[in-house]
């Protein structure tokens, strides 16, 4: 979950194969691994918005102009659907235990102890290098990412999905005066091993609807801004903990 604006660039080598072997691998060679997977899976496409990578898509249509996406559409055709796409974390890494500065460690604990509130054990998802599971993944247009690190936009399951079927709902608590996200999406990728977590993806939109709900408004909107400053995470994540925490204390505050 990207905090606005503070992503690292991971390089990732091209001669790396995929592994299930997730903690024998390096931080950077775990995350290449994550993005290869995640990128197949969901067809290289946005999982909320549906626009396919621009990247991958102009490189297709250099070799062939009548070229096909991975859903065996003409890329051509939707020219104007094309964007810059990224793998984000679900749940972020600030999750994991860890010693150092101690507002960061208080605010890791506020959001472990959040999590085990919400879902009990969940935690066991996501301990060490599980962090970095396909579970735990999905690959966002980079405007959306955005959003989805700010708990702006969520993904929640949809109770009319059949059996088996990745069908989600996709809240905006944007505030935008007209919504910019579908009503709905569905995921693809046919083992049940290296799907998007519902658990996780129900955990996240819990987060975002609880923030949503103080309805703090315009002083958490400066309080988030002023966060955002100040609590950048070197790995390019979120520090969700943080995070709610402000748009907590934004409710209690324009309560008094």
Not at 147 to 155: D, P, Q, T, Y
Not at 164 to 191: C, H, L, M, W
Not at 198 to 213: N, Q, S, T, W
């Amino acid at each position: 979950m990207a905090s606005g604006g503070h992503r690292t660039t991971i390089s990732i080598p091209s001669s790396l194969e995929l592994s299930d072997d997730y903690g024998s691998l390096g931080t950077t060679e775990r995350l290449a691994s994550l993005r290869r997977r995640c990128l197949g899976r969901d067809h290289r496409r946005c999982v909320i918005t549906r626009r396919l990578d621009q990247v991958w898509a102009n490189k297709r249509m250099r070799s062939d102009p009548n070229a096909l996406d991975l859903e065996g559409n003409i890329i051509a055709q939707s020219i104007n659907q094309l964007t810059t796409v990224e793998v984000a974390h679900i749940m972020p890494h600030s999750t994991n235990a860890f010693e150092g500065n101690e507002d960061l460690c208080r605010e890791q604990k506020f959001l472990r102890d959040l999590l085990n509130m919400f879902d009990p054990d969940v935690l066991s998802l996501l301990e060490g290098a599980e962090v970095d599971h396909p579970r735990n993944a999905i690959t966002l247009a980079a405007d959306t990412h955005d959003l989805f690190g700010r708990l702006e936009v969520a993904l929640e399951p949809d109770p009319t999905a059949a059996e088996g079927e990745q069908k989600y709902r996709i809240p905006d608590y944007t505030r935008a005066p007209v919504n910019r996200f579908p009503p709905q999406s569905t995921f693809f990728g046919d083992s049940r091993e290296h799907r998007a977590s519902a658990r996780l993806l129900i955990l996240h939109a819990a987060c975002a609807k609880m923030c949503h709900l103080c309805g703090a408004g315009e002083y958490v909107e400066r309080l988030m801004r002023e966060f955002e400053r100040t609590h950048a995470k070197a790995d390019g994540s979120s520090n969700l903990g943080a995070m709610i925490e402000a748009r907590l204390s934004g409710m209690q505050i324009m309560a008094c």
